[in-house]
């Protein structure tokens, strides 16, 4: 029976879990699936979900080199099916994607999507508009317009219902008036809060000290009595490890008396 994106988050709220970490299919990680999981049960995690970069159905022949292509979907899916069966006395498995939300090619990338049973989706908007644009909302920006346009993207996601919760949802780089980033980012806070997704606070972005987490996302997020989550957002087995990155990621919603689960 598929159960396309079935997973209820809150079933598992009192487990040691990650729900975000990639394979080496999306062409900017490393290692083999079993590593991962291998990794994962030394570290003491009871649950592990796959979230690797989702395949997209892009216009115009692009072809993505950040994530896996749709031809590899299958492969992905089966591999962690065996693997899953192979492990489920030492951990349970989940099989995720995350993928961007662009609605243009949105509904057609669904499609083949849910011919698999992938249990859950995570939010991953790295670029506003589609990403043969180039336009990274990494990129550093002063603009009210700019700011705008990526929580209505996200918040737009949202609504749809199919995400579990968005990663790095503090990923962009704003540099302009604070009391615009925070008019804005509560827009996007507060619809996380209806539709009780938690707030991911990203391990990858802690360790290599990116725009993300952003502490002041954090404290807004706090104040709004969000849940955090913590995403490894493993690219490689060793990351699963990494426990300072997951400690460091943890006290920074504690000190603003904010509530972690699946820690």
């Avoid at 426990?243 to 919603?253: L, P, Q, R, T, Y």
Wanted: a negative charge.
């Amino acid at each position: 029976m598929n159960h396309f994106c079935a997973l209820d988050l809150r079933k598992y709220v009192d487990k040691k879990a990650n729900y975000h970490t990639h394979t080496a299919r999306c062409q900017h990680a490393g290692g083999e699936d079993r590593q991962y999981i291998e990794e994962a049960i030394e570290a003491g995690y009871e649950i592990l979900g796959f979230s690797d970069h989702a395949p997209l159905v892009f216009e115009n022949g692009y072809v993505s080199p950040v994530r896996m292509k749709m031809s590899e979907l299958d492969e992905y899916v089966c591999s962690l099916e065996r693997l899953r069966k192979e492990y489920e006395k030492d951990i349970k498995i989940f099989i995720g994607l995350e993928t961007e939300y662009w609605p243009k090619i949105f509904d057609a990338s669904l499609k083949y999507y849910q011919e698999y049973p992938i249990d859950y989706m995570i939010l991953g908007q790295h670029y506003t508009d589609d990403e043969a644009s180039g336009q990274s909302v990494q990129n550093e920006s002063r603009s009210e317009t700019e700011l705008k346009n990526y929580v209505k993207r996200v918040t737009d996601a949202i609504n749809t219902g199919y995400f579990m919760y968005v990663a790095h949802p503090d990923i962009f780089h704003f540099v302009g008036d604070c009391n615009v980033y925070d008019k804005y980012m509560n827009q996007l806070i507060e619809e996380c809060k209806n539709h009780n997704l938690p707030i991911e606070i990203n391990c990858t972005g802690y360790r290599k000290k990116r725009v993300y987490p952003n502490l002041r996302f954090v404290e807004l997020a706090a104040k709004k009595e969000c849940d955090f989550i913590i995403g490894i957002d493993a690219h490689f087995p060793e990351q699963i490890l990494d426990s300072e990155s997951v400690k460091g990621c943890a006290e920074m919603a504690m000190q603003f008396g904010g509530k972690v689960i699946s820690l």
